[in-house]
């Protein structure tokens, strides 16, 4: 098993930054991919970012490039999302998940946290 613990959202106005940190425990993988994902309400989880953990290939959705940036710790098994320029739109409920294989940009992972919720207001 493995447990991803996300922190760091909240609420903040258009054109703000945030923080988002997801930290991984329990039995590890030898070379995972790992996923940010978002939700809004009444949408289906949309896929924004995810990393290679071993190579640190990076992977953004389109609408998110040159404003977010993934990035990992290995030493703290913990992986980030750096969230600049945030819109409206940006807001939902964001999860951390893990792949014990390449990357892919659908839900297609093993394990997800249990998501943190960002509000972005205009």
């Known amino acids: 098993q493995v447990q991803l613990v996300e922190s760091g959202g909240g609420l903040v106005q258009a054109g703000g930054s945030l923080r988002l940190s997801c930290a991984a425990s329990?039995?590890?993988?030898?070379?995972?991919?790992m996923g940010w994902f978002r939700q809004a309400p009444g949408k289906e989880r949309e896929f924004v970012a995810a990393i290679e953990w071993s190579g640190g290939e990076t992977y953004y959705e389109d609408s998110v490039k040159g404003r977010f940036t993934i990035s990992r710790d290995n030493a703290k098994k913990t992986v980030y999302l750096q969230m600049h320029s945030l819109k409206p739109e940006d807001t939902g409920v964001y999860y951390c998940?893990?792949?014990?294989?390449?990357?892919?940009?659908?839900?297609?992972?093993?394990?997800w946290g249990q998501g943190t919720q960002v509000t972005v207001s205009s």
């Open positions: 329990g039995r590890t993988f030898v070379n995972p991919a």
């Open positions: 998940a893990i792949r014990r294989d390449a990357v892919v940009l659908t839900p297609a992972y093993d394990y």
